[in-house]
T-cell receptor
Framework: DQQVKQNSPSLSVQEGRISILNCDYT??????FLWYKKYPAEGPTFLIS?????DKNEDGRFTVFLNKSAKHLSLHIVPSQPGDSAVYFC????????????FGKGTHLIIQP | ETGVTQSPTHLIKTRGQQVTLRCSSQ?????VSWYQQALGQGPQFIFQ???????GRGNFPPRFSGLQFPNYSSELNVNALELDDSALYLC?????????????FGAGSRLTVL
């Protein structure tokens, strides 16, 4: 049973426009949510996180929104750039972190010139 | 500041064999964890080590075991390899108490079991 779901395997966006990646979760005990980006032949790299007590966190071109009642979060990238083309993973963590991160299957974002 | 390094990058084993994968944590980090990423899937948590002891484990059988050394480097051992063990194995390090459990990942070791 998947506790973190990314229902879009891929997403194509024009350069300069907004990219919106979505993620749903089922476990209400998750304390932190994180987004990771992965290029081929590299490990995932941390992008941005949000605590369960907040509903928005912004870092430059990246903003994460959390809707706890809907158990939904989204990552907005504005404006999208060619270097943003990668696989994006949504992940969730319980309090303390000893249970590791629970990842979704990822969304492959393709930025079209 | 060095990141997380893993070795080997690729290896091929046959069913029933044993494998050891190695990882050097990022400088200043005291926790190491291992993840298995099968093709088309997200990484799955195997286990985590802190102060040389396993302090968290995912849904993996006992034939997956590990070690953390005093210099915070780590090993993942898998015994009695099965075909389904073919995957990318990712090592990650972090600092306990850093809040959001932000992990720094290595590039992974790709294991193929024939």
């Amino acid at each position: 049973d998947q506790q973190v779901k990314q229902n879009s395997p891929s997403l194509s966006v024009q350069e300069g426009r907004i990219s919106i990646l979505n993620c749903d979760y089922t476990n209400s005990m998750f304390d932190y949510f994180l987004w990771y980006k992965k290029y081929p032949a590299e490990g995932p790299t941390f992008l941005i996180s949000i605590s369960s007590i907040k509903d928005k966190n912004e870092d430059g071109r990246f903003t994460v929104f959390l809707n706890k009642s809907a158990k939904h979060l989204s990552l907005h990238i504005v404006p999208s750039q060619p270097g943003d083309s990668a696989v994006y993973f949504c992940a969730a963590s319980g309090r303390g972190g000893a249970d590791g991160l629970t990842f979704g299957k990822g969304t492959h974002l393709i930025i079209q010139p | 500041e060095t990141g997380v390094t893993q070795s080997p990058t690729h290896l091929i084993k046959t069913r029933g064999q044993q494998v050891t994968l190695r990882c050097s944590s990022q400088s200043g980090h005291n926790t190491v964890s291992w993840y298995q990423q099968a093709l088309g899937q997200g990484p799955q948590f195997i286990f985590q080590y802190y102060r040389e002891e396993e302090n968290g484990r995912g849904n993996f059988p006992p034939r997956f075991s590990g070690l953390q050394f005093p210099n915070y480097s780590s090993e993942l051992n898998v015994n009695a390899l099965e075909l389904d063990d073919s995957a990318l194995y990712l090592c990650a390090s972090s600092l306990v108490g850093s809040g959001a459990n932000v992990l720094t990942f290595g590039a992974g070791s790709r294991l193929t079991v024939l």
